[in-house]
């Protein structure tokens, strides 16, 4: 089965069917006055607040990063245009390979186990009949925990003596403690564990509300036909969640590139460099390495995770355009 | 969209967002034609009586100083929020910076220069001139040396007691500790020794360890360069010894991501029997950290080889964005709430009566930042005012001065300190870590940065 049938192909521009564009009705060019007398001034005026905080907070730090990215500064004295070099210095730093390598890990093991999970949760609830609000409620209370609180929750958790809860739970069933966050090789799968279940909430009430606008007359058809309830989870359910999930997945792509919170409170980048991600490193450039902070690689960095990001989007979109209802 | 009612209501939204964006940028001018000096107080979280402590003393200060309206601010030395706070003007106008990072601010600028106060002050002599040196740039001045610590072996006389050890007679050799640490996990289950690793303390911990054992991280060639030399036989056998503390006799508890503050917390908490840091944390233990002073002991670190304690301190500052007439307020302040005390019996008496009255700490053991006589002959001053245990730091206080103090490497200390963390975790947290591999790697990496 085939996930949608193509789109009609484009007529060709210029055919029978379309009007040269010369034919078409020249437009009248508004003056500034009917511009005025058309209500323009108060559509302007109504759209200032927005158009000044969007300016202030938003557009201008974008292209003062972009500036900064060229510059050596530390926010005191004048900056000094350096050029690239602050671009070749990222790029030559030898904890950006182990900051890459750490974060397509991170974005895979949160893809693994952070993607399905909320579906599969969403599909769960939604068969529910009764107490629903219930266990959406309950499904959405990790989102509203402070993230700080919830790290701060997980790291008693985590605990690595065997009198930690989590250790503690291992041992009755007779597994021995675990060093979760202390060890290189389980520090990195503790985090997507906790971001996992720290983010799915919020995904999980999206889903039952795009599974909501699911037409019942699908299901019906299908149990007519016989269908199991994975055959309709299948060949239904899924294919009607298509264009969500696809935004979902370049959303956690591009959220989980940008991880930074959950290496800096639980590890600090550690044990021996496991944990450091790309923000994690854009944070020790600006904050940590030198007392002055070096703002001119730290944006530079941004900059580049910013492009990276961007055309993986473009390619992203692309590639899906033929499956994709959006 | 044209009725008049519309276009009001948005030159209304208008006119209001203008305001309150105008608001935004404007500034706190004194109502009372008093200078405003806002000044360092605490970090978040010290407890309410450090703050009437503080409140009191201000009032004395603006008694004397009518001119002067002190504004106490939160505030915790923190490198990757410093630069931050400076460009946002949110810093106090005068603050505490430790030695080792006053060199990169001198370098960028970040300092006020000071010379010429100091001087009038009339104690520029009177300063060990070792520290002094920490807040030099040619014969410029940017900085009041305030206090110094050497570095000393905390330990928890309640754990040495469960585990059946002398609190009284603490392990005077790294063998010995090795011993107490083994003895006190194995008896309560807590964490017999601890190190930090995070957050550049690592780093500063390892180098401690090596001053302590007669080796040095860095070498000052004289010219304004330096030569790393992390892969040093002091230096490895610290890591070594680590190693075995933690896979051999499994003595270091089960938690190797810890900092200044964590370690702190964790040494309160009962948590830890001993640990290495600055002599003078007993305050911020107690203050910020709810310590059990019955719990608490202090002995020196053990040097080898011709090794000594690695010093450190800081430096009261002030921010180098204030106008004239705050920075005199401001040098004004540093004399009186800082340095008077170590100076003059009336300011020293004062100024432990207000602390003891508010219970905070009085006679934490320090290095003196004047000369070792000045030191003393204020600790008889404040004598009926010391209200910290000094008779459970004796190991401490009689031991310090039979050891060489070993100032900090200066060639882009918390950057070779930040390295050195991830050596010191890799140890703790991999059995099979090639100590003199990543020595080698810690080394180049060091060299490097001090190359640029």
Known sequence: MTLTA????????????????????????????????????????????????????????????????????????????????????????????????????????????????PIFVAVLMSEVRRAKGFYSALAYLPVVVPPVVAVLLWKVFYDASPTGLFNTILGWVGIPPQPWLQSSATAM??????????????????????????PPELYDAAEVDGATIWQKVWNVTLPQLRGILFIMLILQVIATAQVFLEPYLFTGGGPNNATVTILLLIYRYAFQNSLGGDYG????????????????????????????TS | MKSPRTVAIAGLAAFAMVGALAACSAGGASDSGKTELRVATFPPGADEAAYTAFAEQEKQFEKEHPDIDIIGVEYEWEGPTFAVQLAGGSLPDVFTVPFTDSKTLLENGQLMDVTDEIDELGYTDKFNPIILDAVKDGDRIYGFPRQAYAMGLHYNRTLFEQAGLDPDTPPTTWDEIREAAKTISEKTGKAGFMEMTQNNTGGWQLTAATAARGGSIQEDNGDGTYTSTIANDATKAHLQYLHDLRWEDN????????????????????????????????????????????????????????????????????????????????????????????????????DAKTLAESDQAVGTPVLPVLDRETYEESL?????????????????????????????????????????????????????????????????????????
């Open chain 1, 6 to 117: 193509k789109p009609p192909a484009a007529p060709p521009s210029g055919g029978d069917d379309v009007p040269p564009a010369a034919s078409a009705p020249p437009r009248r060019r508004r003056g500034i006055r009917s511009w005025v007398r058309g209500g323009g001034l108060s559509t302007l005026v109504f759209l200032a607040p927005m158009l000044i905080v969007f300016t202030v907070f938003s557009w201008s730090p974008i292209v003062q990063s972009m500036i900064m990215s060229l510059q050596k500064t530390n926010l005191l004295d004048p900056p000094t245009w350096v050029g690239l070099d602050n671009f070749v210095h990222v790029l030559n730093d030898p904890l950006l390979g182990t900051a890459v390598v750490n974060t397509v890990y991170f974005a895979l093991l949160a893809l693994l186990f952070g993607f399905p999970l």
């Open chain 1, 189 to 214: 799968p503790s985090l997507v564990l906790e971001a996992t279940w720290a983010a799915a909430g919020g995904a999980i009430i999206i889903y039952l509300a795009a599974l909501l606008s699911v």
């Open chain 1, 297 to 324: 690689e730290a944006t530079a960095l941004s900059v580049m995770l910013a492009i990276v990001l961007a055309l993986l989007s473009w390619l992203y979109f692309k590639l899906t355009e033929r499956w994709s």
């Open chain 2, 251 to 350: 003595s270091l508890g089960s938690n190797f991501l810890l900092d200044w503050g964590t370690i702190n917390q964790e040494f309160a908490a009962g948590n830890i029997g001993m640990y290495s840091s600055g002599s003078d944390v007993y305050t911020a233990l107690v203050r910020d950290f709810s310590l059990n002073p019955d719990d608490y002991g202090l002995t020196v670190v053990p040097v080898e080889d011709g090794g000594g304690t690695l010093g450190g301190g800081d430096i009261a500052v002030v921010s180098p964005t204030v106008d004239d007439e705050t920075k005199a307020a401001a040098v004004t302040w540093i004399d009186w709430y800082y340095m008077q005390k170590l100076l003059d019996e009336d300011a020293a008496v004062l």
């Open chain 2, 380 to 452: 008889t001053w404040i004598e009926p005012y010391i209200n910290v245990p000094r008779d459970q730091m004796t190991p401490f206080i009689e031991g310090v001065w039979d050891q060489t103090p070993v100032g900090e490497p200066k060639g882009k200390t918390q950057e070779i300190y930040a390295l050195l963390d991830t050596v010191v975790q890799a140890v703790l947290t991999e059995e099979n870590a090639d100590i003199d591999a990543l020595l080698e790697q810690a080394d180049a990496d060091a060299q490097a940065l001090l190359d640029e």
